[in-house]
């Protein structure tokens, strides 16, 4: 079936160090990619999508690139804040119909000042 | 716009005890609803999902179930709480978009 896999946490950097957070997938066909974040003691928020190969999907300074002969999705950041401390979980969906969400372990990242 | 609402935020249950999550999304019909759960540093887990009113698919045997008497309206329920069901339960919906999901649950079983 469907898989996600994410870098294991927890990753600690200083402000304004460069961030990347690897995740790469098995799925049959053409899923759909997510990244979502969750900041301490709330729910997830959808950060960025990408619905197809070689889109970049971009949010608040992040970034991530479809691609699909490295069936990945890396997040990335220039340049981290404090307040960018929380976790970070990649996702896939087969299609943007019915079917779940499958999620990745999830990577917390604190950002030290 | 589409809000999902979720209650309540903390809980705090003895072991044995019934349980009841309650969750409600606005502004859409017929979305589809999940529950997850998110166990003490550990990722996500689907608990169940509906596509419809009465429509509930489990994918985790344990001792929660879930139902959907409206079609905005999902609850959780177990009719005798263990300490392993303690956790962060968050609902979500989605319908031709990404999942959303409300602020969550924090259960603790005692």
């Known amino acids: 079936g469907d898989s996600v896999t994410q870098m294991e946490g927890p990753v600690t950097l200083s402000e304004e160090a460069f961030l990347t957070i690897n995740c790469t997938y098995t799925?049959?066909?053409?899923?759909?990619l997510f990244w979502y974040v969750q900041y301490p003691g709330e729910g997830l928020q959808l950060l960025l999508k990408?619905?197809?190969?070689?889109d970049k999907g971009s949010n608040k300074g992040f970034e991530a690139t479809y691609r699909k002969e490295t069936t990945s999705f890396h997040l990335e950041k220039g340049s981290v804040q404090v307040s960018d401390s929380a976790v970070y979980f990649c996702a896939l969906s087969a299609n943007l119909g019915n079917t779940p969400l499958v999620f990745g372990k999830g990577t917390r990242l604190s950002v030290i000042a | 716009s589409q809000t999902i609402h979720q209650w309540p935020a903390t809980l705090v249950q003895p072991v044995g005890s019934p349980l009841s999550l309650e969750c409600t999304v606005e502004g859409t019909s017929n979305p589809n609803l999940y529950w997850y759960r998110q166990a003490a540093g550990r990722g996500l887990q689907l608990l169940f999902y509906?596509?419809?009113?009465?429509?509930i698919s489990s994918e985790v045997p344990q001792n929660l179930s879930a139902s959907r008497p409206q079609d905005r309206q999902f609850i959780l329920s177990s009719k005798k709480l263990l300490l392993s069901d303690s956790g962060f339960y968050l609902c979500a919906w989605r319908r031709d978009s990404p999942l959303h999901f409300g602020n969550g649950t924090r259960l603790t079983v005692t």
């Open positions: 509906s596509v419809g009113i009465g429509q």
């Open positions: 799925a049959t066909g053409y899923p759909s």
């Open positions: 990408a619905t197809k190969a070689d």
